[in-house]
């Protein structure tokens, strides 16, 4: 595991309770609306990075098949008891399947990559996708890359993201938008969604 991995890990690991508390009330049914939107009905999706798992939770009632997984030990512990979920304790990197998933979620989660490790994930992401399947994904708007506030960041804009997925092989952006942080009090904080579809 690299050291971005491995702080970001620890920041979440020992932040986890006070990270799900903030996260897990939120509404966020507009953007999971919009994914579920270019699902088939009942279809299997990965909460990759699952958090908290309030999206899990969210899919779930929405009658969707859902596998959910984390890196972090104690966020998958939060995540089962909220959803009744097994959430699997994994690194990104350590998705192997193939053609199995009708749509990925990965919000607010593989931002937390390095661009050279970033680009891996996403083909693997890619090839975990069925024919036709949707990746939805966030990152914090902007250019930096590093430590911020404990965790690992990598920002995009939505032309340096086009610029970045160009040599990854079968996938397009069906769709992106920029959005304030629908967090109390983080409203100045802009975010780029992304909608991908593997072709």
């Known amino acids: 595991m690299t050291q971005p991995a491995s702080q970001t890990l620890d920041y979440y690991n ?15 049914s507009a953007t999971q609306r919009r994914f579920v939107q270019l699902l088939p009905s009942g279809a299997c999706i990965l909460d990759f990075g699952c958090g908290s798992g309030r999206d899990s939770k969210y899919f779930l009632q929405q009658g969707f098949d859902v596998t959910a997984t984390d890196g972090s030990a104690k966020l998958c512990e939060i995540a089962r008891k909220l959803t009744g979920l097994p959430v699997r304790h994994e690194l990104f990197q350590d998705l192997t399947e193939v053609e199995a998933y009708d749509g990925i979620w990965a919000c607010a989660s593989i931002l937390h990559l390095p661009k050279t490790e970033l680009a891996g994930v996403l083909a693997k992401m890619v090839a975990a996708l069925k024919p036709g399947g949707v990746i939805y994904t966030s990152f914090k708007y902007g250019t930096f890359e590093g430590v ?22 079968g996938i397009r952006i069906e769709d992106w938008w920029v959005s304030a942080d629908v967090r109390p009090g983080r409203g100045d904080e802009r975010w780029l969604n992304l909608l991908l579809r593997k072709v």
Do not use: C, M, W
């Not at 020992?14 to 966020?28: E, I, K």
């Not at 911020?148 to 092989?169: A, K, L, M, Q």
């Open 14 to 28: 020992t932040n986890a309770q006070a990270f799900a508390s903030s996260t897990v009330d939120v509404d966020f």
């Open 148 to 169: 911020r506030n404990g965790r690992y960041f990598t920002d995009f804009t939505e032309e340096s993201f086009r610029r970045f997925i160009e040599p990854i092989e």
